[in-house]
């Protein structure tokens, strides 16, 4: 099992930052990805970004060169992660969820507020 628990988030003026937190514990070994995908009403979820044991990042082509997914973990391991947002858009306006994807399933974070005000 592998818990997970995200933090940041917020209110923030459209071209402003914010910096979301995420930390997997449990079975962490078994954990091959984590990222971060972005729930708004009348979007049934989309990913963000995301980032493997080997560093390698994949972005949604809506926030690649705005955000950077960054892991502060052991060498060939995934448990914490970081989503830095920067140049802000109200369309980034949504719950974002963190999940750390082992090789049978996923697993969510709680969820984060973010919005972004015009």
């Known amino acids: 099992q592998v818990q997970v628990v995200e933090s940041g988030g917020g209110l923030v003026q459209a071209g402003g930052s914010l910096r979301l937190s995420c930390a997997a514990s449990?079975?962490?070994?078994?954990?091959?990805?984590m990222g971060w995908s972005r729930h708004s009403p009348g979007n049934q979820g989309d990913l963000v970004a995301n980032i493997d044991t080997h560093g390698t990042t994949n972005y949604a082509d809506s926030v690649r060169g705005r955000f950077t997914i960054i892991s502060d973990s052991a060498v060939n391991t995934v448990s914490t992660v970081y989503l830095e947002m920067n140049n802000l858009k109200p369309e980034d306006t949504a719950v974002y969820y963190c999940?750390?994807?082992?090789?049978?399933?996923?697993?969510w974070g709680q969820g984060t507020q973010v919005t972004v005000s015009s």
């Open positions: 999940f750390a994807r082992a090789r049978n399933r996923a697993y």
């Open positions: 449990g079975s962490i070994e078994t954990i091959i990805r």
